[in-house]
């Protein structure tokens, strides 16, 4: 018994020693790259935007303690209830079968546990709701299977973005990367205008904490805030058909010089706005100005024609001569 005893000792040890081992070297072989997944990671990927860094803080430091109480409390109990009360600890089971206390417990204790979860989820769900002062409209359209974008503030007509074949595209990369990549400017609120044109997808993009449904004849919303360039990828999270898994989503994170020159390369303009509004006033003060001179011209018309100069008085007759003195 004693020798079994040390062999179980040893063998436990040998498996906390492999875990602990494990997991201090977790950071070396498994750094989290940003804005793609990492082979072994364990972890959330890096944030890249005010969302994610909301939807981290919910989970690390809101979510992850609780489970982890919980779960370690319902085990606890476990292993005393199979020692403490086994057949051979306990040969004469208890009488009773209600405990009030016990039941009130643990119908409040959850309770308690849900509302103090819900504020915090709440406020998560407001972030994502209360869209700041937007900078740029992209309308982003699911079909099958793939992606549109369209760039109605600039001008910029809807495209297809379609997944890189696998002979072009890094291995690590692979649905994943795009032939014609959703385009932003780095530090602009960017909002997202999305739906479908057969069946639902669904954007989602880990990087930026996003994942929105599109749904046909349906315009759902998110919006985020890039931190860093780079380039951020993402796929359809919604079982759409038999290509679902090559539905990706990139997203190219760019300076606004770099931004505004791809847009002019889409034969669009990033004064697309202010020039509609100048010719839009032009086109009214035009026929105010035909009004006008219109209405200058029927005045002209209708004014009396100038009369002429009065003839001049006939002469004074002339005065009788008076007749030479004798």
């Known amino acids: 018994m004693g020798m079994g005893t040390r062999a179980m000792a040893r063998i436990g040890g040998g498996i906390a020693a492999t875990a602990l081992a494990a997991f201090v070297a977790a950071p070396a072989w498994a750094q989290d790259v940003l804005g793609q997944p990492t082979p072994g990671a364990i972890d959330l990927q890096p944030a890249a935007s005010p969302l994610k860094h909301e939807a981290i803080f919910f989970h690390d430091v809101v979510l992850m303690p609780i489970i982890t109480v919980i779960t370690l409390l319902v085990l606890g109990l476990l292993i005393w209830i199979a020692i403490r009360y086994n057949k051979k600890a306990n040969p004469v089971p208890a009488k009773w079968s209600h405990n009030t206390v016990i039941e009130v417990i643990w119908t409040v204790v959850p309770v308690l546990i849900l509302v103090g979860i819900s504020l915090f989820s709440f406020r998560l769900l407001f972030a994502y709701h209360d869209t700041p002062e937007v900078d740029l409209t992209v309308k982003v359209t699911g079909n099958q299977w793939n992606w549109a974008y369209e760039y109605p503030d600039q001008g910029v007509a809807?495209?297809?973005?379609?997944?890189?074949?696998?002979?072009?595209?890094?291995?690590?990369?692979?649905?994943?990367?795009?032939?014609?990549?959703?385009?932003?400017?780095?530090?602009?609120?960017?909002?997202?205008?999305?739906?479908?044109?057969?069946?639902?997808?669904?954007?989602?993009?880990?990087?930026?904490g996003l994942k929105t449904d599109a749904v046909p004849g349906r315009i759902n919303h998110t919006w985020f805030k890039a931190e860093k360039t780079g380039i951020y990828y993402g796929q359809c999270s919604e079982l759409c058909g038999v290509d679902h898994a090559f539905m990706p989503i990139q997203i190219n994170v760019v300076t606004e010089a770099e931004f505004a020159a791809w847009v002019a390369s889409k034969g669009g303009s990033m004064t697309k706005k202010a020039d509609e509004a100048a010719a839009a006033a032009a086109a009214a003060a035009a026929p105010a100005a035909v009004v006008d001179e219109a209405a200058a011209s029927a005045a002209a018309a209708a004014a009396p024609a100038p009369t002429a100069a009065a003839p001049a008085a006939p002469a004074a007759a002339a005065a009788p001569v008076a007749p030479a003195a004798q």
């Open 158 to 208: 809807e495209y297809i973005s379609n997944m890189t074949p696998e002979d072009k595209a890094p291995a690590h990369l692979y649905r994943l990367a795009a032939d014609e990549p959703m385009v932003v400017p780095v530090g602009k609120t960017v909002e997202l205008l999305i739906t479908a044109s057969d069946v639902i997808h669904a954007v989602a993009l880990p990087a930026f």
